[in-house]
Nanobody, 124 residues
Framework: QVQLVESGGGSVQAGGSLRLSCAAS????????MGWFRQALGKEREGVAVIYTDDGRIYYTDSVKGRFTISQDNAKNTVYLQMNSLKPEDTAMYYC?????????????????WGQGTQVTVSS
């Protein structure tokens, strides 16, 4: 079993920055993907940024390219999402997720484990 705990959400003005952290604990062997997803009120969940843990490939959804950076610290079993130049449309609940076995890292159904979420609110 893997436990994921997110932190770092909050409220910022447009143009500001936040750094989300996701600490993983438990049985983390065989983890294939780590990702950040978000869900805004009334909208479907979308993948924001993912890392393929075997080779370090990274994927970003188009709307965050150039503004968000996903990274991982394997020694700390932690994944980060640095969010810069935040926009009101980035407002959402952000979830960290981990997949074991699947390499479909951009698909939310590939993920076995999810954190409780952290709210990000960007005001104009």
């Amino acid at each position: 079993q893997v436990q994921l705990v997110e932190s770092g959400g909050g409220s910022v003005q447009a143009g500001g920055s936040l750094r989300l952290s996701c600490a993983a604990s438990g049985y983390t062997y065989g983890r294939t993907c780590m990702g950040w997803f978000r869900q805004a009120l009334g909208k479907e969940r979308e993948g924001v940024a993912v890392i393929y843990t075997d080779d370090g490939r990274i994927y970003y959804t188009d709307s965050v390219k150039g503004r968000f950076t996903i990274s991982q610290d394997n020694a700390k079993n932690t994944v980060y999402l640095q969010m810069n130049s935040l926009k009101p449309e980035d407002t959402a609940m952000y979830y960290c997720a981990a997949a074991s076995g699947s390499v479909l890292c951009t698909k939310d159904y590939a993920y076995n484990y999810w954190g409780q979420g952290t709210q990000v609110t960007v005001s104009s």
